[in-house]
């Protein structure tokens, strides 16, 4: 019996992939779930852990994705700082006249 069977869920369809239950040394058993299609393909959502009386949620993070997308920010911040300082600069404008006195 598969995991959806016994959680009752749909065989085909339902957006979520779960993997085999692998339980580990210390008695907690492990459950994988991948989300299906996307332009990448399966993506990993996190894992259920099962252990005696409790179950707990714990949710797959991708921490390169997150640092990309702070550099990315502050990258784009930089530029458009950059292009304003360059477009008109901070220091008030100076121009040489010459007074002719007659």
């Known amino acids: ?5 016994r959680l009752g869920l749909p065989v085909f369809g339902g957006g ?3 993997g ?3 339980e580990t040394s ?5 459950i994988t779930v991948t989300g ?7 993506r990993p ?4 852990v099962v252990r005696a009386d409790k179950v707990k949620w714990e949710p797959a ?7 990309l997308l702070g550099v990315l920010t502050g990258l784009i911040s930089a530029v458009l700082g950059t292009a304003a300082v360059l477009r008109r600069p901070p ?3 100076t121009a040489i006249r010459i007074v002719r006195r007659s």
């Open 61 to 67: 993070v991708d921490m390169s994705r997150i640092a």
């Open 26 to 30: 210390d008695g907690a058993t492990i």
């Open 91 to 93: 220091w008030p404008d």
């Open 1 to 5: 019996m598969t995991v959806r069977e």
């Open 20 to 22: 085999e239950p692998y």
């Open 36 to 42: 299906t299609g996307g332009l990448l393909g399966p």
């Open 16 to 18: 979520l992939n779960y």
């Open 45 to 48: 959502l996190g894992i259920f």
